[in-house]
């Protein structure tokens, strides 16, 4: 459907830039190198011929016990051109981090929070990384696969009034 974005990445980016590209079912994918991650989201929103213009979704996944153990999945969309394409970018198990794309396109601020809080991605440049859905005090990345299912969180006391 949107071969275009792929051929036109593999001829703006090197082959260490842009990893890997292929489609399943209809839907194009590419895989980029952490370093190109941000190079690579702002080509597809500001080529003329591209114009992925809306941002659809971002998340993690776990591919424990693979390295690289996260790829972090972006999905975008052009309301003019009507196709699509996703990106993903594979990070290692220690310490994994990747540019923010919350400059590029706003609505990943909350999304890029989440895959921070949920399996400790780091999004470099955010303008406001902390948890979004667990308490401050909470320890350990809940959607990693090896998180203990029995693990105990420590017992946060509130004031009463207090949010």
Request: hydrophobic letters at 45%; aromatic letters at 10%; charged letters at 25%.
């Amino acid at each position: 459907m949107a071969q275009i974005i792929l051929d036109m990445l593999s001829e703006r980016f090197t082959a260490g830039e842009i990893v890997e590209t292929g489609a399943q079912h209809g839907n194009e994918w590419a895989r980029v190198a952490p370093p190109a991650w941000l190079q690579v989201a702002e080509y597809l929103l500001r080529a003329p011929a591209l114009l992925m213009n809306m941002f659809i979704d971002l998340t993690c996944v776990d591919r424990l016990p693979r390295e690289p153990r996260f790829d972090v999945v972006l999905h975008l969309y052009s309301i003019e051109k009507k196709h699509r394409v996703r990106l993903l970018a594979g990070l290692p198990g220690t310490s994994p981090s990747v540019a923010s794309v919350a400059s590029l396109w706003p609505g990943a601020n909350w999304f890029e929070r989440e895959a921070f809080d949920m399996y400790g991605v780091v999004f470099e440049g955010h303008p406001d990384l902390r948890r979004i859905l667990m308490y401050p005090e909470f320890q350990g990345y809940p959607l990693r696969k090896d998180y203990p299912k029995e693990k105990r969180q420590p017992l946060v006391r509130r004031l009463p009034g207090s949010v």
